[in-house]
């Protein structure tokens, strides 16, 4: 894992005050705006009074000074235009001893804090909080807090920092007191923009409390008695304004934990898989795709792609919009001429798709259904072909991701070009993560996405052929949208242009991942990667009791089948929920006649990662009490 790729526990969880751990519906900070400005003659009401919340309280007095509605009244009254001095007259008073002690006294602690606390330490999770008060205020808001249960382990307020919210200055002083790093480890809880502006500029994780904060804006008491719409509408209408800023929303701290923020969760499911936080960060920017900028970097794309795949001359590759189905549907559905007729191996779900998609375009199609926990059988396939003259095309899928088995490509391609026929490889979840070339493989027409082992982000497919038999295949598609030879022609007459609106931030996102490929060191050295992974994976799963679905010789590195433990009490779905808290995602099985679960090992997920996986699968295992220890 790279250093700055940080998806560890949280560590540091760090928390506003008004309004999220003390003070339901935020009201002690409201009054004193109203009552300093009506000391001056000027009413405020109080939804004017709460609109800046969060802020430092001095530049929440001046925002409040410039609403054009109070400006006229103080024209009206003090015949002068609202100024500085004035601010800082207007905050002297609020700094007065009656206004802190009540702040203090309307503070108290929201139900739950004590616990969700107490939660936190438990998982040694430290707790950290800031606040837009002053420093007198704040010390009676902390001082009351700590007598009643509740003490952050530091608690920094306004005065503490250079400049206040949205600056993180008081996050930053909070983790370097407590050697809290990197930010991703820590998140910041609040329920006001400024507030969770603080976490964002801080780069920490952020969670936005809604019921009992300051756009919600009622007492418990108040938001019990509303009917169960209006209720609803208030904390939508709270969420919908916080969520523009915060990476997640809670309604409320202790009963949707900001503990166990689903982030930044790791999937072991391969596709969409686990990708690299610069592979994301490059889908921030938008991108045109009228230019050469961009179609340059799909040419560059269809080459490396081939450069992957073969040295030779011969071959060139298509991007195909959509999921790596359609990849596969675009090439069943376009290579075959007219009156050709397919052999399909079929031991496995995606074996089965690729019959469906024949059979769907009524293409004239040969199912050779083989049991789905054996490889394919190169005796069969070879007695199918010596049977059928007629056949002019081989389809296979290479890992077969439903099981994790891998099939003899090689064998089954050698036998192809034997027989003369064309060979379609499903090569969707190995191509990139275990080494092979056209060559190798003998494949034709090879298909693979953007999100499997190159570690993209789902969006498009890419197919690598032979250029011959492409160019054959025009006017053969039997559909628009997936017509590969247009598609190809596009692209390859026009420089990198797509055939209809193409998925631009994912293909930007999947140049980057070729770079990190790159920088890898190349399919080799992710293939060892890979294979590391699956080691570990089978290693501790069987220590914790847990057998493989397939022995250890067909096995492939991309994806594991596990049978369900014997144990009555086992469902996926509890301990799906039990891996997901812990912060792995696992897939279900999908084989037809066994219970199994599946765990990817692909994706940039590291042996690291892999060793935590098991932990966490120890203590899921304890926690829902299965009995799966090996005998
Ligand atoms: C992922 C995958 C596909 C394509 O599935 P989509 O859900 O369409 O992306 C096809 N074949 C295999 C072997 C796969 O692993």
Redesign the pocket.
């Known amino acids: 894992m790279s250093e700055f790729d940080y998806r560890g526990p949280v560590k540091l969880v760090v928390f506003d005050w008004a309004g999220t751990t003390v003070d339901f519906g935020c009201f002690a900070p409201v009054a004193p705006f109203i009552q300093v400005y009506a000391d001056s003659g000027i009413e405020v009401t109080m939804e004017q009074a709460r609109g800046p919340m969060g802020m430092h309280k001095k530049d929440h007095i001046r925002v409040l000074g410039q609403l054009p509605e109070v400006g006229q009244q103080w024209q009206l009254i003090h015949n002068r235009p609202f100024v500085e001095d004035d601010v800082d007259e207007l905050y002297q008073r609020l700094l007065q001893p009656e206004v802190t002690q009540a702040i203090a006294e309307a503070s108290g602690l929201i139900p739950g804090m004590i616990e969700a606390a107490k939660r936190l330490r438990k998982r040694g999770v430290k707790i950290g909080a800031t606040t837009g008060y002053f420093r007198d205020a704040a010390k009676g808001v902390v001082d009351r807090a700590a007598r009643k249960g509740y003490a952050p382990d530091i608690s920094l307020c306004v005065d503490d920092v250079p400049t206040g919210r949205p600056a993180p200055w008081a996050m930053f002083a909070i983790m370097r007191e407590l050697d809290v790093y990197p930010p991703s480890a820590v998140v910041k809880v609040g329920d006001t923009v400024p507030d969770i502006g603080e976490g964002r500029n801080a780069g920490a994780w952020t969670v936005g409390i809604t019921r009992t904060g300051n756009d919600v804006g009622l007492t418990q008491e108040q938001l019990a008695s509303l009917s169960d719409a209006e209720r609803k509408q208030r904390i939508d209408a709270a969420g919908k304004n916080l969520l523009a800023a915060a990476h997640r929303l809670a309604a409320y701290i202790y009963k949707e934990t900001p503990v166990d923020p689903e982030i930044p969760y790791l999937l072991l499911t ?2 969409p898989l686990t990708t690299s936080r610069t592979v994301k960060e490059v889908m921030l920017s938008d991108f045109c795709t009228w230019d050469n900028d961009y179609n340059d970097i799909v040419t560059d794309i269809r080459q490396r792609l081939v450069k992957l795949a073969t040295a030779s001359d011969d071959y060139t590759s298509v991007l195909m919009q ?5 990849s ?1 549907e675009a090439t069943i559905g376009s290579v075959i001429p007219p009156a050709g007729k397919i052999l399909i191996v079929n031991n496995g779900a ?1 074996g089965n ?1 690729m019959v469906q998609i024949a059979r769907r375009l009524n293409i004239d199609c040969v199912e050779l259904k083989l049991p789905e926990v054996r490889p394919a059988d190169i005796e069969k396939i070879a007695t199918a072909l010596a049977a059928d003259n007629s056949i002019t095309h081989v389809g296979m ?6 099981t994790g088995m891998l099939n003899p490509a090689e064998e089954v391609g050698k036998l192809t070009r034997e027989h003369g026929r064309v060979y379609i490889l ?5 191509f990139g993560g275990i080494p092979m070339t056209m060559e190798s493989t003998g494949a034709d027409f090879l ?1 693979s ?1 953007a ?2 082992c190159i570690q993209g982000v ?1 969006g498009f ?1 890419f197919v690598i052929g032979k250029r011959s038999l492409l160019e054959d295949s025009k006017g053969w598609a039997r559909s628009l949208s997936l017509d590969l030879y247009d598609q190809w022609w596009e692209m390859e007459s026009k420089h990198g242009k797509w055939r209809y609106t193409s998925p631009t931030h994912v293909v930007r996102a999947f140049a980057r991942a070729l770079d990190e490929l790159d920088s890898e060191g190349g399919v080799a050295v992710r293939y060892e990667r890979y294979r590391e992974n699956h080691r570990r994976l089978v290693a501790g799963y069987e220590q914790l009791g847990f057998r493989p679905l397939l022995p250890a010789e067909w096995r492939s590195p991309i994806i594991t089948s596990f049978l369900y433990p014997e144990d009555p009490s086992f469902t996926f779905d509890t301990f799906y929920a039990a891996m997901k808290k812990r912060r792995f995602v696992l897939y279900p099985g999908k084989v037809s006649d066994a219970d199994t679960f599946r765990v990817g090992t692909i994706g940039h997920v590291y042996p690291e990662d892999i060793d935590e996986l098991v932990a966490a699968t120890a203590a899921a295992v304890e926690e829902l009490n299965l009995k799966i220890a090996a005998a």
Not at 397 to 402: G, I, K
Not at 426 to 430: E, P, Q, R, V, Y
């Open positions: 391969p596709g959509g999921s790596g189905t359609f596969v995606y798709r899928v290479h890992c077969e991701t439903s499903d090569a969707m979840s190995s298909v996405s999100n499997k789902p497919g």
